[in-house]
């Protein structure tokens, strides 16, 4: 193997483990909110800021928000999208969130 093979394949490891650790504080996010019974967005721009969403306080709505941190963990950005019922997206973190009703005059 040579030394550019060698970087790219480094480099690679790097952006999984990177990815994983993103993943990683985002379950613990979602859990946290999970057991204090609410999301809120400026909860959910902490959470896009420290993963590296750009401008995240330019952000109001909770679904677009949650849309640009599934960008950045490299997901479909599809969170409450008409694709939602026929998801498959296994490992996506907001899943069970995505599959909640949402009352028709909210959406």
Do not use: Y
């Amino acid at each position: 193997m040579n030394v550019q093979s060698e970087s790219k394949e480094m480099s690679n490891q790097n952006t999984q483990a990177d990815l994983d650790d993103l993943e990683i504080e985002i379950k613990s996010f979602i859990l946290r909110c999970r057991e204090d019974g609410v999301m809120t967005v400026a909860d959910l721009r902490k959470l896009a800021f420290s993963i590296g969403v750009q401008d995240p306080n330019l952000i109001n709505q909770e679904v677009e928000l949650i849309r640009e941190i599934q960008k950045v963990c490299r997901h479909r950005p599809c969170f409450q999208s008409g694709r939602r019922e026929l998801c498959e997206e296994v490992d996506c973190e907001w899943i069970s969130e995505c599959r909640k009703l949402i009352a028709i005059w909210k959406r």
